[in-house]
């Protein structure tokens, strides 16, 4: 190799002087190794070392991949539990199918656990079915705070804990505190903590809740409600005027011959609300006949407004349910529609025939012929 100093004089190596070649990898077509970190590669005739800036070996680059692959399994497991567990596909629903069970069977021995011919034996089963129960929500509790790492706004403890304020975490937080308090004070045989912690198993119901956590039902219920808004709204509000003039005018001609069942204008009301909404418990009821013709006259119109809720509500699941449908046929379709739409357009646009299309048709023959689109 011959080089030039500045005064121009030719320079000649020494005889024993290796050869090296400095490149970047990735960007020397000769370079023996290649990469895309951009790093220098400084080698001599024998063989090629790879080396930093400073031309020293970079040591750390297999424990780099090493911690890159860990990362990268930690991320995906993460990515794994949290989709089993917010958002079930698949074989997840056997996990929360197995966790369903659970709850309801809890709530089938409780409700045996009531009955004397059943008491001992479901309250040991019950204790049993408990703790297990416990275990599961407080291990999934723990792996739904650690997984929700895997989005970007749960990350760090601030992002832990914008996560266990979400209302199914509190939920599942009261929930444990109950039954480990019912367990806690039923295992120390204390009658007066488990009188008084017994009303604590009423939490235990919202275990149930935790069945639909992503809230689709609430949503879809909430969805048709404000859909069909001004419709309910009429329907409650004219069923609410004959309410408090059906009871009023009933209470105004019982009052002195049936003092016993209409002594206020609230027992009236309460009259009302139980003829109007067709339940009819029987405990007070006209007895005159003016009572007796005012009662079937509003009997006739209000039950019709106060059903009319329930039909308004039944037609618009209907409908949201159609509209769902709707839309996941329009979903399944769209991909097809639009390949079908581009290989139309490239046939249109490719059709040597046409003579209108003639620039276009050139473009494109003048685009593949470059030998690095061939």
């Known amino acids: 190799m011959v080089k030039k100093s500045a005064n121009g004089e030719v320079y000649h190596p020494p005889a024993g002087e290796k050869k090296l070649k400095v490149g970047f990898v990735g960007l020397d077509p000769g370079a023996a190794e290649t990469s895309r970190d951009g790093a220098l590669l400084i080698g001599g005739s024998e063989s090629t070392k790879r080396g930093s800036i400073l031309c020293r070996p970079r040591s750390s680059i297999s424990r780099g991949r090493i911690a890159h692959k860990r990362n990268a399994r930690y991320r995906r497991l993460q990515n794994f539990l949290y989709n089993a567990l917010e958002r079930p596909r698949g074989w997840a629903f056997i996990y929360h199918a197995y966790v369903f069970l659970l709850v309801f069977s809890c709530l089938v021995l409780s409700v045996f656990a009531t009955i004397k011919e059943y008491k001992k034996s479901s309250e040991s089963a019950l204790y049993i079915l408990e703790i297990v129960t416990i275990v599961v929500f407080g291990v999934e509790y723990i792996v739904r705070i650690w997984a929700a790492g895997c989005c ?21 937080i009261m929930v444990l505190f109950a039954s480990v308090s019912v367990l806690a004070a039923g295992s120390q045989g204390n009658v007066f903590a488990t009188s008084a912690i017994r009303s604590l198993r009423f939490l235990q119901i919202l275990r149930m809740l935790r069945m639909d956590r992503r809230g689709g039902t609430w949503k879809l219920l909430g969805s048709v409600v404000y859909a069909h808004s001004k419709e309910l709204i009429t329907a409650w509000y004219i069923g609410f005027l004959c309410l408090i003039l059906a009871s009023f005018l009933v209470y105004s001609v019982e009052k002195d011959d049936n003092a016993e069942m209409f002594e206020t204008y609230a027992d009236a009301l309460w009259w009302g609300l ?20 005012i009662a079937a006259m509003f009997s006739l119109i209000g039950v019709a407004f106060f059903a009319l809720p329930a039909g308004i509500l039944g037609s618009g699941f209907a409908l949201k349910v159609q509209e769902q449908h709707r839309q996941k046929h329009f979903e399944k379709r769209r991909n097809p529609a639009a390949a079908l739409i581009q290989a139309a357009w490239r046939f249109y646009a490719t059709n040597l025939s046409r003579t209108d299309l003639l620039s276009t048709w050139d473009f494109y023959e003048q685009t593949v012929s470059v030998p690095m689109y061939r």
Do not use: Q
């Open 152 to 172: 970007c706004r749960y990350r760090g403890w601030r992002g832990r804990l914008r996560f266990a304020r979400k209302p199914f975490c509190i939920i599942d």
């Open 274 to 293: 139980i003829t109007l909404t067709t339940i009819g418990y029987g405990d007070k009821y006209p007895v005159t006949w003016n009572g007796r013709l």
